[in-house]
């Protein structure tokens, strides 16, 4: 769904290299049967496991399980290179990223409330794609904290995350899904990036500095413009002496549209622990053209004061495809 009630609060996201057997990396036009049979097989074995078929989850319900998965730019290119999706991030964007940890070929995201159910079935898929020549190339476990009420959650920073987002499905049809070519209609573009966070260095700084390094309020994410949680942000709103409410090198104020020229994201971020330091964010965020991510992100990277405590550590882009059923398999209009 694409806007549940209440994201499910555990996830496992991996992301692999794809190899045809015997063969090289997937490269060109003439090579795409090899993915086609390949997503084909993995959309029949989501269907299964999320539909309860069989013990493989060790005799747990599927309950909310939920896969989605993605095809990066090798892959659709492979198709026509004029695709949306065919293009990964400009390389100066992802300069700081270990080339092992970049891109891919597939990303395959596994969400559920119980944690367990999302460890059997990345362990179950995971096996089955790696008996097809697909070698894992990066990938994180993450978490969202219990929400008391639908809407965003706290991150480990002690700030709401992911409020300005498209909300009316007017909004999704025009920032996040694609309304064509044909092969990827009702497709989005996924950006997938994980940034470890120097949490103890931004809780060292007082209430009133953290709340203008991301220019809301920390108590209920309201703007520092003023009004409730659910007000837009007032780039223009000044104090009585000229200053700007919301600081000109804030969170806030460098990744707004307004200020970007682009549109909005559809964020879905977990956070993570890999170990007291190594921990932080898995940016996910679904929208209709890749420019909305590039045009922000290279806005942050000019000058936004949250950026003093992130660093990028994996990344890429991906297709997602369409829904996908026994009668309309996973992939099918992509390599058709």
Same mark, same amino acid.
């Given at each position: 769904?694409?806007?549940?009630?209440?994201?499910?609060?555990?996830?496992?996201?991996?992301?692999?290299?794809?190899?045809?057997?015997?063969?090289?990396?997937?490269?060109?036009?003439?090579?795409?049967?090899?993915?086609?049979?390949?997503?084909?097989?993995?959309?029949?074995?989501?269907?299964?496991?999320?539909?309860?078929?069989?013990?493989?989850?060790?005799?747990?319900?599927?309950?909310?399980?939920?896969?989605?998965?993605?095809?990066?730019?090798?892959?659709?290119?492979?198709?026509?290179?004029?695709?949306?999706?065919?293009?990964?991030?400009?390389?100066?964007?992802?300069?700081?990223?270990?080339?092992?940890?970049?891109?891919?070929?597939?990303?395959?995201?596994?969400?559920?409330?119980?944690?367990?159910?999302?460890?059997?079935?990345?362990?179950?898929?995971?096996?089955?794609?790696?008996?097809?020549?697909?070698?894992?190339?990066?990938?994180?476990?993450?978490?969202?904290?219990?929400?008391?009420?639908?809407?965003?959650?706290?991150?480990?920073?002690?700030?709401?995350?992911?409020?300005?987002?498209?909300?009316?499905?007017?909004?999704?049809?025009?920032?996040?899904?694609?309304? &064509? $070519?044909?092969?990827?209609?009702?497709?989005? =573009? !996924?950006?997938? +990036?994980? #940034? /470890?966070?120097? @949490?103890?260095?931004?809780?060292?700084?007082?209430?009133?500095?953290?709340?203008?390094?991301?220019?809301?309020?920390?108590?209920?994410?309201?703007?520092?413009?003023?009004?409730?949680?659910?007000?837009?942000?007032?780039?223009?709103?000044?104090?009585?002496?000229?200053?700007?409410?919301?600081?000109?090198?804030?969170?806030?104020?460098?990744?707004?549209?307004?200020?970007?020229?682009?549109?909005?994201?559809?964020?879905?971020?977990?956070?993570?622990?890999? &170990? $007291?330091?190594?921990?932080?964010?898995?940016? =996910? !965020?679904?929208? +209709?053209? #890749? /420019?909305?991510? @590039?045009?922000?992100?290279?806005?942050?990277?000019?000058?936004?004061?949250?950026?003093?405590?992130?660093?990028?550590?994996?990344?890429?882009?991906?297709?997602?495809?369409?829904?996908?059923?026994?009668?309309?398999?996973?992939?099918?209009?992509?390599?058709?």
């Amino acid at each position: 769904m694409d806007r549940p009630a209440q994201p499910q609060q555990y996830m496992a996201l991996v992301v692999f290299d794809l190899t045809p057997p015997g063969g090289a990396a997937v490269r060109g036009a003439g090579e795409v049967r090899f993915p086609a049979a390949l997503l084909s097989g993995l959309g029949r074995r989501v269907l299964d496991l999320c539909g309860g078929a069989g013990a493989e989850l060790g005799g747990l319900p599927p309950g909310d399980l939920s896969v989605t998965v993605g095809v990066g730019p090798r892959l659709v290119a492979a198709v026509d290179g004029r695709l949306p999706g065919a293009a990964g991030l400009p390389e100066a964007l992802d300069k700081a990223v270990p080339d092992l940890a970049r891109q891919g070929d597939l990303m395959v995201q596994f969400c559920a409330a119980d944690p367990q159910v999302v460890a059997h079935a990345e362990r179950i898929l995971t096996s089955w794609l790696g008996e097809r020549s697909a070698r894992p190339r990066w990938s994180q476990d993450g978490f969202r904290p219990p929400a008391r009420e639908p809407g965003p959650v706290r991150n480990l920073l002690g700030f709401l995350d992911g409020v300005s987002i498209p909300r009316t499905e007017r909004d999704l049809a025009r920032e996040v899904w694609l309304a &064509g $070519p044909e092969r990827v209609r009702g497709a989005t =573009i !996924a950006v997938v +990036r994980r #940034l /470890r966070l120097d @949490v103890a260095g931004f809780l060292a700084q007082d209430v009133t500095r953290q709340e203008r390094v991301i220019g809301r309020r920390r108590s209920d994410a309201a703007p520092l413009s003023g009004g409730g949680p659910a007000a837009a942000v007032d780039l223009g709103a000044k104090t009585a002496d000229g200053r700007y409410l919301v600081p000109l090198m804030s969170h806030a104020r460098r990744a707004h549209p307004a200020a970007t020229g682009s549109g909005l994201m559809l964020r879905r971020g977990y956070s993570f622990s890999n &170990g $007291p330091d190594d921990q932080g964010l898995l940016f =996910i !965020a679904f929208q +209709r053209e #890749l /420019r909305t991510y @590039v045009e922000t992100q290279r806005r942050l990277d000019d000058g936004d004061e949250l950026s003093a405590f992130a660093t990028a550590t994996a990344s890429g882009t991906f297709l997602v495809l369409p829904g996908f059923s026994a009668q309309r398999p996973l992939g099918s209009s992509l390599f058709a």
